[in-house]
């Protein structure tokens, strides 16, 4: 769906030399952009596109990008400093790169539930850059959902209960000696005697930094509880908000091709990994941007 004429972007695309062109991946959440090459230095119009897109859309797409480890690195850095993940077991010499591989015979992969990334740390990351570098002929898409879309779309009393309300985060799901993930899956997780489980607490609606808008911020993955109140009394309402926040309208589904990468907004939308690749190997290679404390 091409972008209407008088979106932002569209003014944002004028701006840029080269032949730039843009398309939405759904109603809701993604745009792709067509006609940069993310491994040559940026004109200072592109990584305002880019930002545009990023912060009005959730996730920007591109394709047929050729990035080395340091290419990607670089692009990466142009939006924030780096992000140190606490869990995932570092590869390829640099400890900020995150190698995520699923192998035949595989029965997990990582973010195999709708989640936002590393949502249990205090200041959990702006965002991710995932490139594609070995991607099997079907299978492996990744599911966006727009988490404004999400807050947007409750009832107004639904939003005067949520307001002021947070929500306990931890890790307890996804590392660790007792979850047993490094047995059914490639890509690995701290679950040494040392690992310690991280908490943080974070509003249920958090309010964008420069977007200002508000979105639902609770998910599968990371949340266990609402503040002052057991797992029990809170279930019912966080299984209500799980399934809202994924409703089919809200989401988009990219299909992967070698070179694709997606760079997606982690303050604003949930992504979920598609566990159906089976007897194909799957390689992709994310950095990941710091972020602030929710609020």
């Given at each position: ?54 912060f ?12 080395t ?19 995932f ?24 539930d ?9 200041q ?22 727009s ?34 993930l ?10 040494d005697?040392?690992?310690q ?43 209500f ?47 990941q ?7």
């Amino acid at each position: 769906m091409p972008i209407q004429q008088d979106d932002a972007l569209s003014r944002a695309v004028s701006e840029c030399p080269g032949d730039i062109t843009i398309e939405r991946a759904s109603g809701a959440i993604g745009v792709e952009i067509q006609g940069i090459d993310l491994s040559r230095p940026l004109h200072a119009a592109h990584l305002e596109l880019i930002r545009t897109a990023l912060f009005e859309h959730c996730v920007v797409f591109f394709r047929d990008q050729t990035l080395t480890l340091e290419q990607h690195k670089e692009f990466t850095a142009l939006f924030g400093s780096l992000y140190l993940h606490p869990n995932f077991v570092a590869s390829g010499g640099d400890p900020h790169v995150i190698e995520v591989v699923r192998m035949p015979g595989d029965k997990k992969v990582v973010g195999e539930d709708w989640h936002s990334d590393t949502a249990f740390a205090a200041q959990p990351p702006m965002g991710s850059v995932l490139y594609a570098v070995d991607i099997p002929p079907y299978g492996g898409d990744t599911a966006f959902s727009s988490q404004y879309a999400a807050y947007d779309a409750l009832s107004d009393g639904m939003k005067r209960l949520l307001e002021g309300l947070r929500a306990v985060h931890s890790d307890c799901l996804t590392a660790g000696p007792r979850v047993g993930l490094n047995a059914d899956r490639s890509t690995k997780v701290r679950d040494d005697s040392g690992w310690q489980e991280t908490r943080s607490l974070h509003p249920v609606v958090r309010t964008h930094p420069v977007t200002r808008r508000k979105a639902l911020y609770v998910n599968r993955m990371t949340t266990i509880a609402l503040e002052d109140m057991a797992e029990a009394e809170s279930k019912p309402l966080l299984d209500f908000l799980y399934a809202h926040a994924a409703r089919p309208e809200f989401t988009c589904r990219f299909r992967w091709r070698a070179g694709s990468v997606a760079f997606w907004d982690n303050r604003c939308c949930q992504h979920l990994a598609i566990n159906d690749t089976w007897n194909f190997p799957r390689r992709m290679r994310r950095f990941q941007i710091a972020g602030e404390t929710p609020v």
